[in-house]
């Protein structure tokens, strides 16, 4: 299809900036509800919360935003995505409204604190597992003409195993995230799993791929038998060096957390962005493969966007606001860096 450009690339490339900026940033502190369960007493569990209470309400603006640009700007996909996912998409949203009300109740509750403890963990779980079984649905194709069973006919085990596959990832970046906001065992132990998901998520990453290639004879052209072939094998090459590295940073913490030595600092944070990069070359590989479709084989975002009309009525909204939300998102980070200290009061 030749490329069109014009208002609808505009807000279709928008679109995929605010899918990313909301998978990495609400990505990490889901992460941290995953890995909930995975430590054990009300010290670790108060460390968790407190080190996502100042960020986990504005990492989540950019699923609104992102929300808000689909309709606005591509009405069609709007509707047909909405209705072919409505059940994966409500339970998300039940599974997020349990894990904010968590934040508000745990620091206030005693004899409650177990089941907000629960809320916490199993709401954030289940909004990771949505999105992945979501992203697996999209990705093996669903039938936008048969809306009133399409979003059970999309339950196989490929859509299954892409909502284990996201949980796994959000795990990692959770553990990437605690790593370099911790001190102590909860830095040691968040990087010893993470190397421990890493494995799991590469392999996902690997199944994931060899099933799309296998099953898509568009996408397996257009990754095999196109000029840009070589230029694209940079995408899994970088992938692999990423979680080379990731693997021996963790690694690294640990050895010199064990041996009582001071760690130094980048050992500490680059996790986080290598696992952040990690999460950004899956992605370009995504949209390489699906381009230039958002109901993947049968909408592409130039037949979904709306009236030239309506998207330049839009233009000066985003042009406003998407610069205030990466300042105060920026900001925010900018405010709360560094680690997160223990103390008895709430976030």
Not at 177 to 196: D, E, H, N, P, V
Not at 302 to 329: E, H, N, R, W
Request: aromatic letters at 16%.
């Amino acid at each position: 299809m030749e490329l069109q450009l014009g208002l609808p690339l505009f807000y279709f490339l928008l679109l995929g900036f605010a899918i990313l900026m909301y998978v990495l940033l609400d990505g990490f502190d889901l992460g941290v509800g995953i890995l909930y369960p995975w430590f054990n007493s009300d010290a670790e569990h108060d460390h968790l919360m407190r080190s996502v209470s100042h960020v986990w309400d504005g990492n989540e603006t950019w699923l609104v935003f992102g929300g808000v640009i689909l309709f606005g700007a591509f009405p069609a996909a709007y509707a047909a995505i909405a209705s072919s996912l409505y059940l994966p998409i409500m339970l998300m949203l039940i599974g997020l409204i349990f894990r904010g009300v968590s934040f508000e109740y745990r620091f206030k509750s005693h004899s409650s604190k177990i089941w907000w403890n629960r809320a916490f963990a199993i709401g954030s779980s289940l909004a990771a597992f949505c999105q992945g079984l979501m992203l697996g649905m999209l990705v093996q194709g669903v039938d936008s003409s048969g809306l009133s069973a399409s979003s059970l006919q999309g339950l196989t085990p490929f859509s299954l195993f892409c909502g284990l596959a996201v949980m796994a990832g959000y795990a990692l970046l959770g553990c990437t995230y605690l790593t370099m906001k911790s001190r102590g065992a909860i830095q040691q132990k968040a990087a010893r799993y993470g190397q421990r998901l890493l494995l799991f998520v590469m392999l996902s990453m690997l199944l994931v791929s060899l099933w799309t290639l296998y099953s898509q004879a568009d996408i397996r052209a257009r990754w095999f038998g196109s000029v840009y072939s070589l230029a694209l094998m940079l995408l899994p090459l970088s992938a692999i060096l990423c979680a080379r590295l990731l693997f021996r940073d963790l690694g690294r913490v640990q050895r010199q957390f064990a041996a009582a030595a001071d760690i130094n600092n980048r050992h500490e944070s680059r996790p986080f962005w290598l696992a952040a990069a990690l999460f950004l070359l899956a992605f370009a590989g995504l949209v390489v493969g699906l381009f230039p479709y958002l109901l993947p084989r049968q909408l592409s975002f130039y037949q979904a966007a709306a009236p030239d009309s309506s998207l330049q009525f839009m233009l000066p909204g985003v042009l406003i606001f998407v610069p205030l939300i990466l300042a105060y998102t920026l900001w925010g980070y900018h405010i709360f860096r560094g680690k997160v200290e223990d103390f008895e009061e709430g976030y």
